[in-house]
């Protein structure tokens, strides 16, 4: 079992910046790739960027690509979401998950999940 914590999310102006944080715990070694999703109210949970504990590039969803940038400390066991010129649009609750196998964009194959932090972007 790998347990997964987010914080960092809040309210922010439009065009400010946020960073999210991941720390997982537990069987770590099991996991391969680290995944943000974010699912605002009424709709599906979407992929938001993923990367590989191993060296690796990372990989971002179009509506993100260029804002926002995922990292990692493999020392600690955290994954990081630094996410900039904010938008409204970008207001969901934010979650990480690990998987088992390499990066996959799909929400379906992670395996362990977080509870999920909340980001508010107001215009």
């Known amino acids: 079992q790998v347990q997964l914590v987010e914080s960092g999310g809040g309210l922010v102006q439009a065009g400010g910046s946020l960073r ?6 537990g069987s770590t070694f099991s996991s391969d790739a680290m995944g943000w999703f974010r699912q605002a109210p009424g709709k599906e949970r979407d992929f938001v960027a993923a990367i590989r504990w191993s060296p ?6 179009d509506a993100v690509k260029g804002r926002f940038t995922i ?3 493999n020392a600690k066991n955290t994954v990081y979401l630094q996410m900039n010129s ?3 649009e970008d207001t969901a609750v934010y979650y990480c998950a690990s998987r088992r ?5 799909k929400v379906y194959e992670y395996d362990y999940w977080g509870q999920g932090t909340q980001v508010t972007v107001s215009s």
């Open 86 to 88: 904010l938008k409204p």
């Open 101 to 105: 196998r390499p990066v996959s964009l």
């Open 20 to 25: 999210l944080s991941c720390v997982a715990s």
């Open 56 to 61: 690796g590039s990372p990989y971002y969803s």
């Open 71 to 73: 990292s990692k400390d």
